[in-house]
């Protein structure tokens, strides 16, 4: 159904008022000397602390050119700092300073006091009626909820596919040659001809029946359990997929009885290494070795359970 020019002239109408009455067409929001892009982007630094400016950005619908300018801008008044992403030293994590939190402040406490006013100048019926009518415009231009993950037992064809998946990510991104196909092969190999499910799993992860990743516990003896294969494909980076697959993990492990979790990684493996970092597991050996074709640190993780 074609929207009407009615319709179109409302809400351009709606949102002139609105932007008048928040004072959006001055040159500095609540009087201070930062414009609304420059309040917002303090905001959103001060509430998600760490957000990179790639995110950033994009949550803001901001040109990165512009909104590299308004840090560089922030960043020489010594209100924000950059850090280097741990695992991706190319992104740049952004936090307020003490200075900056103490410029956003009187900003989040004017924005507060001017709603507190708009509200108040209402009875309280048409009070309600504008905060529902405001929720209910928000909720009608929200994306759609994200798609539910399913970690589950793998089913017929899972375990050729977990081979295929790695073998080609491997090549694709390190230049892994068959002799790590191999690998995987054969440590799937193990787990289907002798499975224990009350000491060994493995969980396939999916959004509406779509494969996105999987992991293997694995029994080295009666106090060790070892987790393996940990894969997330390329689309799926970035959703904490990784994090779900290796507490799903430890927590099996932790209820089967084992004393402690090893696994087996690579020093080029950064955002592997990164996840096993932040679910507490420490490196207790590295080894230069040349293996799948190429040189490679050889790395033993361990967590106690």
């Not at 697959?245 to 430890?250: G, K, P, S, T, Y």
């Not at 492990?253 to 420490?282: I, K």
Request: net charge positive.
């Amino acid at each position: 159904m074609a929207v009407a020019l009615r319709q179109i002239s409302e809400v351009r109408a709606f949102n002139r008022d609105y932007t008048r009455r928040i004072g959006v067409l001055g040159q500095g929001m609540l009087d201070s000397p930062y414009s609304l892009t420059q309040a917002r982007v303090l905001y959103e630094i001060e509430h998600r602390p760490g957000i990179t400016a790639t995110k950033l950005a994009c949550d803001l619908g901001l040109d990165a050119g512009y909104l590299s300018r308004i840090i560089r801008g922030f960043e020489a008044r010594g209100l924000l700092r950059r850090e280097r992403g741990a695992r991706d030293a190319r992104s740049q994590h952004l936090r307020l300073t003490a200075a900056g939190r103490r410029a956003y402040r009187p900003l989040e406490r004017g924005s507060q006091e001017q709603v507190r006013r708009m509200l108040t100048a209402l009875g309280a019926a048409q009070r309600t009626e504008v905060v529902s009518a405001m929720t209910g415009i928000r909720a009608a231009f929200a994306p759609p909820p994200a798609k539910a993950v399913r970690l589950r037992a793998p089913l017929p064809g899972d375990l050729g596919w977990i081979i295929e998946r790695h073998a080609v990510l491997y090549a694709r991104e390190f230049g892994w040659g068959e002799g790590f196909e191999g690998l995987c092969a054969g440590i799937v190999a193990d787990f289907a001809r002798a499975p224990d499910p009350a000491r060994e799993r493995c969980w396939i992860a999916t959004v509406d029946g779509r494969r996105l990743g999987c992991v293997f516990v694995a029994r080295d003896d009666d106090a060790t359990a070892r987790l393996r294969l940990l894969l997330v494909e390329p689309q799926a980076r970035g959703l904490g997929l990784g994090r779900r697959l290796v507490a799903r993990c430890l927590t099996f492990a932790r209820a089967a009885g084992y004393r402690r979790m090893v696994l087996w990684t690579h020093g080029n493996l950064l955002a592997a290494r990164h996840l096993y970092a932040q679910a507490g597991f420490r490196m207790t050996a590295a080894e230069p070795r040349h293996s799948f074709g190429q040189d490679v640190v050889s790395e033993t993780w361990e967590l106690q359970l």
